[in-house]
């Protein structure tokens, strides 16, 4: 099994419904994304997936979500746009994005600092 890795990073603002605290809210984040795929086999070049392609899909799933208010972007019209959201929304995004079942996503970390960050993965 092979596993590759790419980080990416977007900025946006969001607030926590039904938090109690300073993150209820708007206050904004500079987000730091890991994303990692698996690969049972290799391509007959001897790649998983050519991190170009692999950039290129996730920048088109980030996109969605830079320099915005992560409130008003669905789903998080109607669920909450917290780090364990943002990642697991993603994943699931890029899952549907690989051509074949070679390639699927492991992994995505979200980063809201320097020292707090969410992982979703699937069993």
Not at 6 to 12: L, V
Not at 108 to 117: F, I, K, M, R
Request: charged share 25%.
């Amino acid at each position: 099994m092979y596993e590759l890795t790419i980080e990416t990073s977007f900025a946006s603002a969001h607030q926590l419904r039904g938090y109690k605290g300073k993150c209820e809210n708007v206050h904004g984040h500079n987000w730091r994304v890991q994303l990692s795929v698996t690969a049972e086999k290799l391509n007959e070049i001897d790649i998983a997936i050519d991190f170009h392609d692999l950039k290129k899909m996730a920048y088109e799933i980030i996109d969605q979500l830079d320099h915005k208010m992560l409130n008003e972007v669905f789903p998080f019209t109607e669920i909450n746009p917290s780090s364990e959201n943002i990642a697991k929304w993603i994943f699931e995004s890029m899952n549907k994005k690989f051509p074949d079942d070679n390639v699927r996503m492991s992994s995505v970390t979200v980063w809201e600092s320097d020292t707090a960050s969410a992982t979703y993965y699937e069993d």
